[in-house]
């Protein structure tokens, strides 16, 4: 059943597809926000009981309490990173892509329907996202081989998880691309508009800590002095502040989640208008869900150019550049205050 409105489907600019992405946000904020909220219920509930079993083994430390808390972190931190990635990168990716591209097109896209339509994308979207992290950890051995590695491994790491992932969902879920097929399309989606992408991404990061990641940073503060706080409060603060900090982050999570994936995938559409004439293609159908016919994917030789190896250069050198300057700011304001401090 389609509802009415006007489909938007022109060259959009960064402000425009943010506005649209928080706008279609607001008109569906239940049904998204409840489709996220499903998928990380798993999570948030093994984040809690991580949490309560260190609270209650803390107690039993003694004199091997660093023991301990290192079997502690990385047992927590292994299954709290397995769980994310299975249940909210894997499961709310794929159903909230569905979701806001069927919103997108005006069409209905409750919860369970959205669930039911796109479940099948599950295992296809984490096999994808499996392989984008082996070839992430590729990268990252390439990058302990002298000037070479250090001078373009950055910028593929950098490209890959910034740009060319965020794509994987929309071309699993709506282009039911198959196999490595799905990590090709993203690719060649995120290189069209290398550096413009990179941009974009780096303003969601902007707009997640000003407005959620933030926020939740100084509820988690507040919440756990509060507890610390209470008389006959027999439980200490490091204690509590791993399990206020898992509720308060999936909470704000997952009012974020929803516009992060709209606006990936409005981006998506906007990069097909642009270069594939989507929109123009998509008139002579009767269902926007037949998009999946139009793909054409390029000639395995033109995967990757003598211009996009420079870009990675490029990007390289910048993210070499920043960390030379962060480790270099503390000298600079020393050598700042000393020169104005007068003899």
């Not at 959205?114 to 099948?120: A, D, E, K, P, W």
């Not at 926020?215 to 008389?231: E, H, K, M, R, Y």
Request: glycine residues 6%; neutral net charge; charged residues 10%.
């Amino acid at each position: 059943m389609q509802s009415g409105g006007e489909i938007v489907l022109r060259p959009l600019s960064l402000g425009e597809i943010l506005d649209q992405a928080i706008r279609l946000y607001r008109h569906n904020f239940l049904s998204l926000v409840g489709i996220i909220a499903l998928a990380e219920i798993p999570f948030l509930l093994v984040q809690v009981a991580l949490s309560l079993w260190y609270v209650g083994d803390a107690s039993l430390a003694g004199s091997s309490a660093g023991d301990l808390f290192s079997l502690h972190w990385f047992i927590s931190n292994a299954v709290s990173f397995s769980m994310h990635w299975v249940f909210v990168d894997g499961l709310g990716g794929a159903v909230l892509t569905y979701a806001v591209a069927r919103r997108y097109f005006h069409l209905d896209a409750g919860v369970l329907h959205s669930y039911g339509r796109s479940l099948s994308s599950w295992p296809k979207l984490l096999a994808n996202l499996f392989v984008c992290a082996l070839v992430l950890g590729a990268v990252c051995i390439w990058f302990l081989v002298p000037c070479l590695g250090w001078f373009s491994a950055p910028g593929v790491l950098v490209f890959l998880a910034a740009a060319v992932m965020p794509f994987i969902p929309a071309a699993v879920v709506l282009e039911k691309q198959a196999g490595f097929n799905a990590i090709l399309r993203a690719w060649d989606l995120a290189r069209r508009r290398f550096f413009w992408i990179l941009g974009f991404n780096l303003v969601l990061i902007l707009f997640n800590w000003i407005l959620f990641a933030g926020p939740s940073l100084l509820v988690t503060f507040l919440a756990s002095g509060i507890i610390d706080s209470l008389p006959g409060q027999t439980v200490t603060l490091d204690t509590i502040f791993p399990l206020v900090s898992s509720v308060t982050g999936t909470l704000f999570s997952a009012l974020f989640l929803p516009i992060q994936m709209a606006a990936w995938t409005i981006l998506y559409f906007d990069l097909r208008v642009r270069t594939e004439a989507f929109d123009l293609a998509l008139m002579a159908m009767n269902d926007p869900e037949d998009a999946q016919h139009l793909v054409t994917l390029p000639a395995l030789k033109k995967w990757i150019t003598a211009a996009d190896v420079a870009k990675m250069f490029w990007v390289s050198g910048m993210v070499i550049a920043l960390i030379i300057l962060i480790n270099l700011l503390p000298f600079l304001l020393v050598f700042l205050v000393s020169a104005l401090t007068p003899p």
